[in-house]
Every structure is written in C-alpha cells, then in structure tokens.
C-alpha cells in the first residue's frame, strides 16, 4: 500500500541553521510527493512538490528531491528563519493507482528561535 | 486568488446536538476532500468526492457523520449527534480532475469544532 514516514518531532532551531526534515514512502506505483506546510490557525498549504524520480522541487528556499532508489523526499533549507516556524506534512499521491487522494506523514514540527 | 472557503471558522456546541460544516471548493475543481485533524491521531481523511459523487468514506463513522456535495459549489458534512469526541479541526480541500492540470491539493482555512 502507500504510505509515508516523516521524521518525528519537534524540532528546534535557532536562526539561520541548517534544516533537515527527513521522508521516506512506501508506493505501489508512481507516485507524486509534495511537502505541505501549516502556520498555526491555517489550513495547509503547498510548499513544493515533485512528479517523477530525480526531480527537485523548490520554494521559498526550500528544497527537495525525489529519490526513487531509496524512497525518500526529505526537506531541506540552507538558512532558517523565524518566520518559517510551522507544521510541515510530507505527502504521497498516486494519481493512477487511486486518483488524486493524497497520503500524509504525521507532521514534523518546526520552531526557529532567534 | 483562488481560495477553498469554509464555514463556519468556529463552532462550539453541546453533545448530543447537530453540527454542520460548509465548504466551498474552487471553481473549475472536482475533487473535494474533508479531514480531520487532532492533536493524537493527525490528519485524517474522512470522505472523498469527484464530480459531486462519494468515492472513499471508509474514514468516516457511518452512524454519526454523513458528507454531501449538493452541487458543485458547495460540500457539506454533518455529525448527528456530535459528541465531545468529535471535537476536531476539520479540513476541507478540493483539486483539479485527474490530468487536467496539477493535482496537488488545495485547503480550506479549517472549522475548529469544541462538542462540550
């Protein structure tokens, strides 16, 4: 079946460190792997995405590559901010085995302190 | 700018009443979700639609919940009777058809629901 893992948090920062949200999924097909973010009281929203092996999907300063050899999308940010502060899902879909209904990790949380 | 709307954004009520959640997905989308969100158990997915029709309510208890999409600006989901349970934020989130443009997901603002 799908399903993803996400590294377990909470993690904190200190500003400008270097970030790493570690993902990794189980997939039957091909699937799609996004990166969701959630600011406190919000929905969530898309952060960046990547539709086939070896693609990079970038925001913000963001970044993440799709790995196909060890099944792992994890996040990455040079420099973090305060404003970056946030609850960010990784995400599976495999639009062909089961249309677009979308498999979310439990959520790493994510605080940068000044 | 395109937006999933929802209503109401807060509700709190008293066990054993009726709630429903409104949300109206993005025009031109056909696929709309609902989830709920906990603080134990995460998001989970509670019902899915294309085209107005239900595909995937596996996660939604049968005896107290029921979604509708009435037509395609409007999605519904009910709990009756709501229990304290329940309380949960709930998502709403709706998408593009398959193969007509990207497929990623777009959410709602959430309805914070408190069954006391």
């Known amino acids: 079946g799908n399903s993803v893992t996400q590294m377990e948090g909470p993690v904190t920062l200190s500003e400008e460190a270097f970030l790493t949200i570690n993902c990794t999924y189980t997939a039957t097909g091909y699937p799609s792997l996004f990166w969701y973010v959630q600011y406190p009281g919000e929905g969530l929203q898309l952060l960046l995405k990547a539709t086939k092996a070896d693609d990079k999907g970038s925001n913000k300063g963001f970044e993440a590559t799709y790995r196909k050899e060890t099944t792992s999308f994890h996040l990455e940010k040079g420099s973090v901010q305060v404003s970056d502060s946030a609850v960010y899902f990784c995400?599976?879909?495999?639009?062909?085995?089961?249309?677009?209904?979308?498999?979310f990790g439990t959520g790493t949380s994510l605080t940068v302190i000044p | 700018d395109a937006r999933v709307t929802q209503t109401p954004r807060h509700k709190v009520t008293e066990m054993g009443q009726e709630v429903t959640m409104r949300c109206q997905p993005i025009l031109g989308h056909n696929t709309v979700f609902w989830y709920r969100q906990t603080m134990m158990q995460g998001l989970e997915l509670l019902a899915y639609f294309r085209n107005r029709a239900p595909l995937d309510d596996s996660g939604m208890p049968k005896d107290r919940f029921s979604a509708e999409m009435p037509d395609a600006t409007l999605a519904t989901l009910k709990i009756q009777p709501s229990e304290p349970r329940d309380s949960a934020v709930y998502f709403c989130a709706s998408g593009f058809p398959p193969g007509q443009g990207s497929y990623e997901q777009y959410f709602g603002p959430g309805t914070r629901l408190t069954v006391t």
């Open positions: 995400a599976l879909s495999d639009l062909v085995a089961t249309g677009n209904q979308f498999y």
